[in-house]
């Protein structure tokens, strides 16, 4: 029976919840952040998350702690995030695979909506490279030797699922060329066979290729962005290059597990927005250290609109100098699940050996 007493009671504690979350929030963090990394150390997901952890760790004062975990396309390290106690400590850098491994792999232990989107990060484009000793010196160079040499021509991935598989396979299918697909576990890896060429050519990030090309190591011959790329406007579109409509870019979002309090996401989100524009300030910018990498505010308006309009505007706010978090968490959510949608409509997932069902 629910007396008088009991009913104040209720009412006492439910008006003490709100009150509970806010005080948990501000206690937060009680220890070390575990900052998930879909995969190994050396390629550009994991600078990004190193110069984020550095800086996040001064503002909080407790060390933020990189965890790579590369495999399955992301899988390993999404697994991970979603199981995670869901109390701030522990926030994954998610990328393209979170919203489209479902498709690759058949079935995943997590929902890519469960997740608290917390800040989109960066967003720049993938780089089509050639090993120096390749004889395709341009795009229809490279499309007419793949032509050549049906069936013996490969192309090195950082993993099933992910936007350097993805585009490979969109390249195939728009330049009607055949590659065999040879995954490897981030771009570091990659990097290391495609410099002596036993393997062909890479659609990899710029992040962890461009230094290579300026050194000398590889010949780059196009970004996989609709327009070209402020930080290397010499290097042409694949678009441009003889595939119109080709586009295929890279993205990081930081996200915390199910569950974890709208407090302490709206705090993170606060203080990554903080922290961007802290080392903006300074002259530091992650394109200052690993070259091509966009931190872009990605707003309300930025989130709207086309494919196009979108990179655009993604490649202005960095001409721009602009840094920051989505002002609404909820266009993240929806980014999230959506940036696959171009890969799936046009069946490149079910080509690169997805189910179909």
Same mark, same amino acid.
């Given at each position: 029976?629910?007396?008088?007493?009991?009913? $104040?009671?209720?009412?006492?504690?439910?008006?003490? =919840?709100?009150?509970?979350?806010?005080?948990?929030? %501000? #206690?937060?963090?009680?220890?070390?952040?575990?900052?998930?990394?879909?995969?190994? &150390?050396?390629?550009?997901? /994991?600078?990004?998350?190193?110069?984020?952890?550095?800086? *996040?760790?001064?503002?909080?004062? %407790? !060390?933020?702690?990189?965890?790579?975990?590369?495999?399955?396309?992301?899988?390993?390290?999404?697994?991970?995030?979603?199981?995670?106690?869901? /109390?701030?400590?522990?926030? $994954?850098?998610?990328?393209?695979?979170?919203?489209?491994?479902?498709?690759?792999?058949?079935? =995943?232990?997590?929902?890519?909506?469960?997740?608290?989107?917390?800040? $989109?990060?960066?967003?720049?484009?993938?780089?089509?490279?050639?090993?120096?000793?390749?004889?395709?010196? +341009?795009?229809?160079?490279?499309?007419?030797?793949?032509?050549?040499?049906?069936?013996?021509?490969?192309?090195?991935? +950082?993993?099933?699922?992910?936007?350097?598989?993805?585009?490979?396979?969109?390249?195939?299918?728009?330049?009607?060329?055949?590659?065999?697909?040879?995954?490897?576990?981030?771009?570091?890896?990659?990097?290391?066979?495609?410099?002596?060429?036993?393997?062909?050519?890479?659609?990899?990030?710029?992040?962890?290729?461009?230094?290579?090309?300026?050194?000398?190591?590889?010949?780059?011959?196009?970004? @996989?962005?609709? !327009?070209?790329?402020?930080?290397?406007?010499?290097?042409?579109?694949?678009?441009?290059?003889?595939?119109?409509?080709?586009?295929?870019?890279?993205?990081?979002?930081?996200?915390?597990? &199910?569950? @974890? &309090?709208?407090?302490?996401?709206?705090?993170?989100?606060?203080?990554?927005?903080? #922290?961007?524009?802290?080392?903006?300030?300074?002259?530091?910018?992650?394109?200052?250290?690993?070259?091509?990498?966009?931190?872009?505010?990605?707003?309300? !308006?930025? $989130?709207?609109?086309?494919?196009? !309009?979108?990179?655009?505007?993604? =490649? /202005?706010? +960095?001409?721009?100098?602009?840094?920051?978090?989505?002002?609404?968490?909820?266009? *993240?959510?929806?980014?999230?699940? +959506?940036?696959?949608?171009?890969?799936?409509?046009? %069946?490149?997932?079910?080509?690169?050996?997805?189910?179909? /069902?």
């Amino acid at each position: 029976m629910i007396t008088r007493r009991r009913l $104040l009671r209720f009412a006492t504690l439910a008006g003490a =919840v709100p009150a509970w979350r806010a005080a948990r929030a %501000q #206690a937060w963090p009680s220890r070390y952040i575990r900052l998930v990394v879909p995969f190994p &150390p050396g390629g550009g997901t /994991d600078a990004v998350a190193r110069i984020l952890a550095n800086r *996040l760790s001064e503002v909080w004062g %407790q !060390q933020v702690v990189i965890e790579n975990r590369g495999g399955a396309g992301g899988n390993m390290a999404f697994d991970t995030a979603a199981r995670a106690e869901p /109390d701030g400590h522990t926030m $994954l850098i998610a990328a393209i695979g979170i919203g489209i491994n479902r498709y690759l792999y058949g079935s =995943v232990n997590y929902e890519v909506a469960d997740f608290a989107p917390v800040s $989109l990060i960066c967003v720049f484009p993938n780089l089509m490279a050639v090993p120096n000793s390749s004889p395709a010196k +341009s795009v229809q160079e490279f499309i007419a030797y793949a032509k050549a040499n049906r069936g013996r021509v490969t192309y090195g991935s +950082s993993g099933t699922g992910t936007s350097t598989h993805l585009a490979g396979e969109l390249f195939k299918r728009m330049a009607g060329v055949e590659l065999t697909h040879v995954p490897y576990r981030g771009v570091a890896p990659v990097i290391n066979d495609l410099i002596p060429g036993r393997v062909d050519v890479t659609f990899n990030t710029i992040g962890g290729l461009l230094p290579q090309v300026r050194a000398g190591n590889l010949r780059a011959l196009a970004v @996989t962005t609709p !327009q070209r790329f402020p930080s290397v406007p010499e290097i042409p579109t694949i678009a441009e290059s003889g595939l119109p409509g080709f586009r295929s870019i890279t993205w990081f979002a930081l996200v915390a597990p &199910p569950g @974890t &309090p709208a407090a302490i996401v709206d705090k993170i989100n606060a203080d990554v927005t903080a #922290a961007f524009r802290d080392l903006a300030g300074k002259g530091i910018r992650i394109n200052a250290i690993s070259p091509g990498i966009i931190s872009t505010a990605m707003g309300r !308006q930025e $989130l709207e609109g086309d494919s196009g !309009q979108m990179m655009r505007a993604m =490649v /202005d706010a +960095s001409a721009a100098g602009r840094v920051g978090t989505p002002d609404d968490i909820a266009n *993240l959510a929806s980014f999230l699940v +959506s940036e696959g949608a171009g890969f799936i409509s046009g %069946q490149v997932i079910y080509v690169a050996g997805g189910p179909k /069902d």
